[in-house]
Nanobody, 126 residues
Framework: QVQLVESGGGLVQAGGSLRLSCAAS????????MGWFRQAPGKEREFVAA????????LIVDSVKGRFTISSDNAKNTVYLQMFGLKPEDTAVYYC???????????????????WGQGTQVTVSS
């Protein structure tokens, strides 16, 4: 019983920045990790980054490491994806998701995440 609401997407030029937000509500105490995934047109959904709800660990996919940062504000039950140096290949619908299972490591498979936000469009023009 977790509800996720995403925001922050938009249209930016290559090299620009965006910060995506995902606000969680409901049974947030059951969340193990919050993840960010993206899906480009004609492509499968791919893992981008995740952060444990406790804030003790995080994981970022190599393709965006150094440009993207995941952070959280537990007082606001919100997870952020800060994106710098955006490239056209970053264009996708970005989804946040909640993993509510007890785990020892962050998972990268979308099937591990039980709750999903509606998605927010990020478009990077060249």
């Amino acid at each position: 019983q977790v509800q996720l609401v995403e925001s922050g997407g938009g249209l930016v030029q290559a090299g620009g920045s965006l910060r995506l937000s995902c606000a969680a509500s409901g049974g947030t105490s059951n969340i193990y990790a919050m993840g960010w995934f993206r899906q480009a047109p004609g492509k499968e959904r791919e893992f981008v980054a995740a952060r444990t709800w406790s804030g003790t660990s995080s994981l970022i996919v190599d393709s965006v490491k150094g440009r993207f940062t995941i952070s959280s504000d537990n007082a606001k039950n919100t997870v952020y994806l800060q994106m710098f140096g955006l490239k056209p290949e970053d264009t996708a619908v970005y989804y946040c998701a909640a993993d509510v299972w007890r785990r020892t490591r962050i998972g990268t498979r979308s099937s591990l995440y039980a709750y999903w936000g509606q998605g927010t469009q990020v478009t990077v023009s060249s």
